[in-house]
């Protein structure tokens, strides 16, 4: 009987070796993962950090999840970091761009890409932007999301106006002088 309880002891002390070494496998494993996320993050922040295009999630409430640096201030937003408002009360507390909201909300409910400019009025002067935007699937849930890319063309369209303009005066300047 004696041999026999050694034998369930050292099996035991196995199994319960072999659980441990499985269990810190699976710990390093995760910890790895874990690692590999937030470098990703990091590299994603990063990028979206850099661009001169404004890029904004929404999740499917219509609440803003995510803003760039550059939408912020293409948008003049002035939420705080971890805030989320929804579309609506963007709109509320910016109603200068409510053609944006409403652009925005009208083509998150469509849930296909799309793209279009949008005037804005800003008192004293006006604003333009070309905007695009698609559906994402929400990681954390199986929600839908959207995506809306948009640069402020405003200085773009200022000089092509200016450019026509130039050339009409050229022309006039011909016809007078024949």
């Known amino acids: ?5 050694a034998i369930g002891c050292l099996s035991l ?3 319960f070796n072999a659980t441990t070494r499985r269990s810190a496998r699976a710990r390093d494993a995760a910890s790895r993962s874990q690692q590999a996320v937030e470098t990703q993050r990091n590299y994603l922040e990063t990028v979206l950090g850099r661009l001169s295009s ?7 409430d219509q609440r803003l999840r995510t803003a760039n640096p550059a939408a912020r ?3 003049s937003l002035a939420f705080a970091d971890g805030e989320q408002p929804e579309l609506a009360r963007v709109e509320r507390e910016l109603p200068w761009l409510t053609p944006w909201t409403e652009t925005v909300r009208r083509h998150i409910s469509a ?3 799309w793209r279009a400019e949008v005037e804005l009025d800003r008192g004293e002067t006006r ?3 070309m905007c695009r935007g698609s559906p994402l699937p929400l990681s954390d849930n199986e929600q839908r999301g959207h995506v809306v890319v948009f640069d402020d063309i405003t200085s773009l369209i200022t000089a092509q106006r200016n450019a026509a303009w130039g ?3 050229q022309r006039l300047a011909h016809e007078i002088k024949n």
């Open 1 to 5: 009987f004696g041999s026999l309880r």
């Open 13 to 15: 002390g196995a199994s």
């Open 54 to 60: 404004g890029v904004i999630a929404f999740d499917a």
């Open 73 to 75: 201030q293409i948008l």
């Open 111 to 113: 849930e296909q890409d």
């Open 127 to 129: 604003q333009t932007l």
């Open 167 to 169: 050339e009409v005066a």
